[in-house]
């Protein structure tokens, strides 16, 4: 008995495609904004192999001597320095005062807690030139001149409300019932805190306190207005914006964008360890 094959009827080019593209959609998406973001990255990746005497606009050759050499350029490791001692002093008071705000916030009721919320957010929402401008003022009232230490205390400021929103967040979906145990298990306040409440809310401040690095390392603005004489990273490049920003600076950008990069997927693999135990 010999079987007749029934032709399968084959859909217009124009609704395969729309097929195609609604079960494909966040994929694409996905891909396009995901080449957005890291167009800017590949080149300045590209450009710090670049072989450029003073002015790195256009490709001249491919070396390796910027990477052997970052200091290379005058005063970009200066630059650097002082934006990571600023940043390493501002995240470290930033994160303490913060994750203590938030613990108090998320925690505990007290009269001015609500009016406290709005205050923490306000750092956040005014446009940095009214805030940069703003302390300016205000150091220059109290007699205290532009430089490294204003520009610290800058930085403490608006990293503090970053670091309370996010440790905030992360007391808010601990289970409470963790703690409960503890203490039925005949643990005291002190040691519930430091066994099971830190623990778990660790992961929240080590993002917060990442997240305020990156904050006060790459910000120009309020730095611009407060840092006086004292030169960043970010001030660096703004200055040789025109000329060309030298390539050992792409070579700084590159290695801190490798870094972060290496933090953020080690932390990840190290959350996927612990979820598995």
């Not at 097929?19 to 904004?33: D, E, L, P, Q």
């Not at 613990?103 to 807690?113: E, I, S, T, V």
């Not at 992961?203 to 603005?221: N, Q, R, T």
């Amino acid at each position: 008995m010999s079987t007749v094959e029934v032709p399968v009827p084959t859909l217009p080019f124009g609704k395969r495609f729309t097929r195609w593209f609604g079960r494909n959609t966040i994929r694409i998406y996905a891909v396009v904004g995901f080449t957005y973001l890291f167009i800017p990255v590949l080149y300045t990746f590209a450009f710090s192999f670049n072989d450029s005497a003073k002015s790195n606009l256009t490709w001249v050759g491919f070396t390796f001597k910027n990477w052997q050499n970052p200091c290379g350029a005058p005063e970009v490791c200066d630059a650097l320095g002082n934006s990571i001692r600023i940043g390493l002093i501002a995240t470290t008071v930033a994160t303490i005062l913060g994750t203590m705000i938030a613990f108090a916030l998320g925690r505990h009721r007290f009269r001015g807690r609500s009016a406290t919320n709005t205050l923490i957010f306000l750092p956040m929402a005014t446009p940095e030139v009214v805030l940069g401008a703003s302390l300016l003022a205000m150091f220059l009232n109290f007699g205290i001149n532009p430089g490294f230490w204003p520009t610290v205390i800058a930085h403490i400021m608006f990293c503090i409300s970053f670091v309370v929103v996010t440790v905030k967040a992360r007391i808010a979906s601990l289970d409470p019932r963790l703690e409960q145990a503890a203490m039925d298990l005949y643990a005291n306040e002190r040691e519930t805190f430091r066994r099971i409440t830190l623990p778990l809310v660790a992961p929240g401040i080590a993002g917060a306190a990442l997240l305020a690095f990156s904050l006060s390392f790459d910000d120009f603005i309020i730095t611009n207005f407060n840092s006086g004489t004292i030169n960043t990273f970010p001030k660096f490049v703004y200055v040789s914006a025109g000329r060309g920003i030298p390539a050992q600076a792409n070579v700084v950008g590159s290695s801190m964008f490798f870094l972060a990069l290496f933090i953020v997927l080690t932390g990840e693999l190290i959350g996927r360890k612990r979820r598995k135990r």
